[in-house]
């Protein structure tokens, strides 16, 4: 973390107050930070949700056209996910083609809508092997302090729940609700010297070690998770993991 | 994987709990680890697990480029991920897509994670990952072989990293998945696992599991990544071995490389 002066100072500090079982913002270490879930704040997107989470805010817009399927999945609606991090949200944010941070937490967040089953794509075909529905599920990160993983995945979550499929797109007469099945959600923890932490704000993503992300379903069965930066966890701090996603993420389920 | 109907012939666990290629659950497909294989890079290593052949070279630590990425107190290790274009049934578009980044990243930071990049301040660790020949598990076995081409390389490093994946195929809970047991089955668990630490520095998960199911899997791979961790060792006295006898020098201790202090 050398390049990073401030983030050296700022571990140390994390570090003294970790020890002393504190967090910098107060929370104790398996508590989110409150969230604010506003849903259909764009009236030009099919489904929409502007989620804050902390000082994170990101706004998840879905945007469903009618299209071709892929050839091995005629009789499946396309999903598509995007994430973009743009300049606005943090000075370490660049405009351009999307990076390998958009692409992972592009790729975490549909893993979790994907393998949940939050949409039932089955239900969006018009005809088989020639035309279905295609979501796009756009993710733009607004105001940076951590954790995109739950952020934009509550966000899509709460998206889909209001989010309608126009008729008049494939020339029809009425519109139709999403399909929407499931709520897989996701919870993201940090290690920091050895101790989980829920929900990392920005500087403490910036100081951790190793970061775990774990989404889970109603029947508190798992289906997407993803390790990330170079530290390690034990089995045991997996399972520890997996055990706190199920709790929390049922409690940010029945804010639904 | 998830939405795809399994064709009725296929049976992806017959009546005595074997699978479609004869394997049990716990049991892997063969795994042969070659290091050296290449003449240029600094380190290198050729892996075939199963149906898959995965090359892995490593030039480095060397100048890092872009030089905005260099960090004055560590080195930095970069990996590429990459398939060919042939490697598939229906040809690649050749080139990096959103999930060789993805893999790229995760791998990079599982191994930074063994490497003691303080030592080479500034230089970047180069890591290629080429898959030929895909079968399923190719992350793994492109960390598994990065590994030893490090090793190779003579970068120092606290131990090896060992990978495999665990999954669900017609509810049962096995390892190292093949295609088609990653396409019809219900999940995927690829892990990264360090030996020396017992530590997981590779984790991901896609499909639907329970608790009770999870924590068999994470086991079960752990164990067959101890396997792996076993041929990677071989490998690489082979290959020492091999080139003592050749040089008439004596045979470098690769057991040294992988000293660790203290932790």
């Known amino acids: 973390m050398g390049k990073d002066v401030v983030a050296d100072l700022k571990r140390d500090y994390i570090s003294k107050l970790l020890a002393k079982g504190v967090r910098v913002d107060g929370r104790k270490f398996e508590e989110m930070r409150p969230l604010t879930i506003e849903v259909d704040y764009i009236k030009s997107a099919e489904g929409s949700a502007r989620i804050q989470l902390g000082d994170t805010q990101v706004v998840v817009g879905i945007k469903i056209d009618k299209g071709e399927p892929f050839s091995d999945t005629p009789n499946s609606g396309v999903l598509t996910t995007n994430a973009e991090l743009i300049p606005m949200a943090s000075e370490t944010f660049e405009s351009g083609p999307p990076d390998e941070i958009s692409i992972e937490v592009a790729r975490v967040v549909d893993r979790g809508i994907r393998e949940g089953h939050a949409v039932d794509l089955s239900k969006m075909v018009l005809e088989p092997g020639k035309a279905v529905w295609i979501m796009f599920v756009d993710v733009h990160v607004i105001d940076y302090d951590g954790n995109l993983f739950d952020a934009a995945n509550i966000a899509a979550n709460a998206a889909f729940k209001t989010a309608i499929i126009r008729g008049s797109k494939a020339g029809l007469s009425e519109d139709q609700p999403l399909p929407v099945q499931h709520q897989p959600i996701s919870v993201t923890v940090v290690k920091i010297d050895g101790k989980i932490l829920v929900d990392p704000t920005h500087d403490e993503e910036r100081v951790a070690d190793a970061r775990l992300t774990v989404a889970t379903l109603e029947n508190g069965n798992l289906c997407a998770m993803q390790k990330g930066l170079n530290g390690a966890f034990t089995m045991e701090e997996v399972f520890k993991v997996v055990d706190l996603s199920r709790r929390i993420g049922a409690d940010i389920r029945s804010r639904f | 994987m998830g939405g795809t109907p399994l064709p009725a012939n296929v049976k992806l666990i017959d009546e005595n709990g074997r699978r479609m290629d004869g394997r049990m659950p716990e049991e892997m497909r063969p795994l042969k680890i070659e290091a050296g294989v290449l003449k240029r890079a600094d380190g290198s290593a050729y892996v075939e697990w199963g149906n898959n052949k995965v090359m892995a070279a490593v030039y480095g630590p060397r100048e890092c480029h872009p030089r905005h990425l260099q960090n004055p107190e560590r080195a930095l290790v970069q990996c590429n991920y990459n398939m060919a274009s042939f490697s598939v049934d229906e040809r690649k578009r050749p080139g990096p897509d959103r999930r060789s980044h993805e893999i790229s990243k995760i791998i990079s930071e599982a191994l930074t994670n063994v490497v003691f990049t303080e030592y080479f301040p500034r230089t970047s660790i180069d890591v290629y990952i080429e898959v030929l020949q895909a079968n399923a598990g190719t992350r793994c076995a492109g960390l598994t072989a990065a590994s030893v081409a490090l090793a190779d390389a003579g970068v120092p490093m606290r131990d090896l990293v060992a990978s495999c994946a665990a999954g669900k195929v017609a509810n049962t809970v096995v390892v190292d998945l093949n295609k088609e047991e990653d396409n019809f089955g219900q999940a995927d668990i690829p892990v990264g696992y360090v030996p020396r630490s017992n530590e997981i520095v590779l984790l991901q998960m896609d499909g639907d599991l329970t608790l009770e199911e999870f924590n068999k899997g994470l086991h079960m791979a752990v164990d067959a990544c101890k ?35 203290g932790q």
């Open chain 2, 227 to 261: 396997k792996v961790y076993q041929i990677q060792r071989d490998a690489l006295k082979r290959r020492y071995s091999a080139r003592a006898a050749d040089e008439d020098v004596p045979a470098p201790i690769v057991e040294g490389a992988m000293m660790r202090e």
